[in-house]
């Protein structure tokens, strides 16, 4: 049979819980990015973690010249540009160092479905990824924390099984004509004749 698995938290908790400004702070990252609660505000915060650890423990290597950490450096910032963490270039390792928990969350798949219009809210975005509506081409996927690489975002679409893939349901209907109002407030107001550009 073999030994049982134990499972263990894939995160940290706050040293000191209750502190008024951070979980002010935390609130608000919940509410704007629509997560479930704060656990999972906290596992992208221990993958950051991971991600700067990796890092630094790069930086200190690479000025002993080994040549392995160059491998090893070239294989994170291609991942993390991979995925859109870091910008298409040349990123550095102080690039990774800078990073910021909103640079994490705005890679998951539940923002990106309503950063592109997809979905009118991110809550609701999650609610139609976990019951299947949206799919990365062929495949669906239920997992809103999905950190969705940058090559697969053209990819990203609602499923063919799912009702919302008629452009005529209700609630596509009502998300244009939401957008269609949005971008109508947000479209700069034109200049008057004659005025100075």
């Not at 819980?17 to 596992?43: A, S």
């Not at 809550?123 to 809103?144: E, F, K």
Request: no cysteine.
């Amino acid at each position: 049979m073999g030994d049982p698995k134990f499972l263990r938290r894939r995160y940290d908790r706050p040293k000191h819980p209750w502190e008024g400004t951070r979980m002010e702070e935390e609130r608000k990252l919940l509410e704007r990015y629509g997560l479930k609660n704060k656990r999972e505000l906290w596992k992208a915060q221990s993958v950051l973690r991971g991600f700067r650890r990796q890092a630094r423990e790069l930086q200190a290597r690479l000025r002993a010249d080994e040549p392995q950490a160059r491998r090893e450096t070239d294989q994170l910032l291609g991942r993390l540009t991979r995925l859109g963490i870091l910008s298409v270039g040349t990123p550095s390792l102080d690039d990774v160092l800078a990073l910021s928990l909103e640079d994490l969350l705005r890679r998951r798949l539940e923002w990106i479905v309503f950063s592109k219009g997809l979905a009118p809210t991110p809550s609701s975005a999650r609610q139609w990824i976990v019951h299947g509506h949206l799919a990365v081409g062929d495949h669906r996927v239920t997992r809103p924390g999905y950190i969705l690489p940058s090559a697969d975002e053209a990819r990203l679409s609602y499923s063919a099984t799912s009702p919302l893939a008629d452009d005529g349901h209700t609630l596509r209907v009502a998300l244009r004509e939401r957008l269609e109002r949005r971008g109508a407030t947000t479209a700069p107001a034109p200049a008057p004749e004659g005025a100075a550009p």
